[in-house]
């Protein structure tokens, strides 16, 4: 029995199930703010009612810090929105740019929680390839992920998008990447067969420091 | 009672330490674990609440380093996680029963701290 395709499935999923519990508890830490916000105004209401004064200033204070979790809370959705689509068509065209962006938008809590600014560059003009866009966001995240975990806090991780003859590439540039690498013994079984079902190769540099996926249309 | 409010959302710290102070509990917050390290070192404090995911030092790592310092203190965690049944397979790990879901309703907040302080005086 060919264990690959039972591996890839289960890599999806279990990326699945990582990214909408992280965007999940993000949303919950939105939902608590605008909730504790809100009875503090009213709060504020019963002071008047009792016939303390509301200071005007504190109040809008408060009312903006709403409005901003309002706006964060439909960002997330929004991402969720994109997250949820990008498993419409197992195979398509798409812009590697488009999928860098969505990772990044993905994982920003990730790496946070691991107090690592992560910074991506895309290419100026669209890159198109033909992959499964899913798929390759689950391979995206393991590699992010991998990078996270062992690059250590207070360093910045740069996602570089650029184009190549016939295709595209993504690069992870972490100063460290050959330890990084090394030490989560990657690729592995799991990402080989991503690589392999996303039609990619997979790079390391050490000397330049990058961990690379390169997508050919070839 | 005098409480500490750790949480790495400014705004939900911020707030709900302005509301518990209307009810009569003076509050502290501060976003991060080292921070409430610092402010701890500082000041006393009968209770703290504790967000149970925040970067660097946890809540359940900030609550054992804490207790270890100050026995007396005692702890509520808030948790962002998305089911009760979700934090309570985290919580029976470290033995914990002490938590709130968010969004937290602020008077069950406030009845939990003084269930856990009440009776804080017989027990030293």
């Excluded at chain 1, 391979?139 to 360093?155: P, V």
């Excluded at chain 2, 707030?15 to 102070?21: F, I, K, N, T, Y």
């Excluded at chain 2, 000041?43 to 946890?58: E, Q, R, T």
Aim: aromatic share 6%.
């Amino acid at each position: 029995m060919n264990a690959g395709p039972n591996r890839v499935g289960q890599s999806g999923l279990t990326y699945f199930g990582r990214t909408t519990a992280s965007i999940s508890h993000e949303l919950k830490n939105a939902l608590a703010i605008i909730k504790e916000n809100a009875g503090l105004l009213d709060d504020y209401l019963q002071m008047a009612d009792k016939g303390l004064p509301i200071d005007p200033a504190r109040f809008k204070t408060v009312t903006g810090r709403i409005a901003d979790q309002i706006t964060r809370a439909d960002g997330i959705i929004k991402n969720l929105n994109r997250f949820a689509h990008s498993v419409d068509e197992p195979v398509k065209a798409i812009d590697l740019n488009e999928i860098a962006a969505l990772l990044n938008v993905l994982s920003q809590r990730e790496a946070a929680m691991r107090q690592v600014t992560l910074q991506v560059c895309p290419e100026g003009a669209t890159i198109p390839v033909t992959t499964a866009p899913y798929l390759l966001l689950t391979l995206l995240g393991r590699c992010l992920s991998i990078c996270l975990q062992y690059m250590g806090s207070g360093k910045t991780l740069t996602v570089k998008v650029t184009r190549i003859p016939d295709g595209g590439r993504i690069e992870f540039e972490a100063l460290d990447a050959a330890r990084l690498a090394a030490a989560a013994n990657f690729p592995g079984e799991n990402e080989t067969d991503l690589l392999n079902a996303v039609g990619a190769e997979y790079h390391l540099d050490g000397t330049l420091g990058c961990m690379a996926i390169t997508l050919s249309n070839r | 009672m005098r409480v500490l409010l750790v949480d790495d959302e400014t705004d939900l710290a911020s707030a709900l330490a302005e509301r518990l102070d209307m009810r009569g509990i003076e509050a502290d917050w501060v976003n991060s674990g080292q921070e409430a390290l610092e402010c701890a070192a500082k000041s006393h404090y009968d209770l703290a609440v504790l967000d149970l995911k925040m970067p660097k030092i946890g809540g359940l790592e900030l609550k054992a380093r804490m207790q270890a310092l100050y026995p007396h203190m005692k702890f509520i965690f808030l948790t962002g996680y998305g089911s009760e049944k979700d934090f309570e397979t985290v919580a029976c790990e470290s033995g914990e029963r002490c938590y709130l879901v968010k969004p937290v309703e602020i008077e069950d907040l406030v009845r939990l701290m003084r269930e856990l302080t009440k009776n804080r005086g017989n027990s030293q």
